[in-house]
């Protein structure tokens, strides 16, 4: 097959959505087709990929590539990018990874146009909660981890107790997670706590754990990649995920259970779909029974052992080479 990949955000940009075309970009490469990516996004570097990238095309361009390929593939539904279709019929498949609405569920004009431009797509949502909000049929294929980056370190002593990683912004839950450590402190218990990231709150959050009287359970360590985040999530038992906001997926939760932690998270949204059986869920915001189901790993590690025993299985599903295929299938249907 021949795919022409729209994507407004691309390297050098470096984001969730950016993470998910890369991987699917190089596995449809390396799984037989031609891709060729669009994106606005300029460098000024001279990486290789194994595909083209053409940055900002001209109009001219953009529909001699729309001529070229047998899929147009759009990473969430870009409206900027529709318009060759109007000249130029071709299959539109459009993978979904986030919500077309705003935080407090309303729905500007684009966003209507967003969702009814699905109902002319073959689309993919990245969890059942993508696919519930969007008007049309959709398939569920779940994104993919880096395996090649994030595994277990038998080597690595797992001596610390509860991590979190992410951006250290509001709707992210940190604070949540702050105020269970110090409803545990009250139950006798006294986990330490890495908070991996940085982000705005991060002042804040090293008040408040001062005013909760926890600052010496919580070690900020700032941001880590790669080997040395891989290192660090070894270290831990549980993987924190108190997401305030209905998350789309939840690559976060999938690399940490590679890593050999039990996920708690949020349970809105589609964080459930990435954790699997692999951990539990609590409603979002909800303090107490976040701190009742720390108390319980805690102060049961079988129930640990017992999770981390599914973890190979529902890695398994989440392989950057299972979700290509996955993803693969259903573009050779759309042009049989």
Known sequence: ???????????????????????????????????????????????????????????LKLLKLTHWCDIYFQVCVSLNGLWPLIFISKSLVITHQTWYRSPNETMNWQNYLKHIVTRFATNISASHALAKSIPAPSNVIPNSYREDIFYEMPEVSRSQELVFLGRLVSDKGANLLLEALAEL????????????????????LCQQAKDLEIYEQVNFVGVKVEYELVKL??????????????????????????????????????????????????????????????FNLLTHPEQLTSYRENAKLHLARHTTKAIAKAYIEVLEAVIK
């Open 233 to 294: 999530l070894n270290a831990h038992q549980i993987m924190v995920v108190p997401s305030l906001w209905n998350e789309p997926f939840g690559i976060v939760a999938l690399e940490g259970i590679a890593c050999g932690c039990v996920v708690v998270g949020s349970e809105g949204g589609g964080l459930k779909d990435a954790i699997g059986s692999c951990g539990v869920t609590f409603p979002n915001g909800n303090v107490e029974k976040l701190t009742k189901t720390l």
């Open 1 to 59: 097959m021949k795919i022409l990949i729209y994507s407004p955000l691309f390297y050098p940009s470096v984001g969730g959505l950016e993470t998910v075309v890369s991987i699917l970009a190089h596995e449809f490469v390396e799984q037989g087709h031609t891709v060729k990516l669009v994106s606005n996004v300029p460098t000024t570097d001279r990486k290789i990929f194994p595909f083209e990238v053409i940055r900002k095309p001209n109009p």
């Open 185 to 204: 402190k009250k139950m006798g218990l006294t986990p330490m706590l890495t908070i991996v990231g940085s982000g705005p709150e991060e002042s804040k």
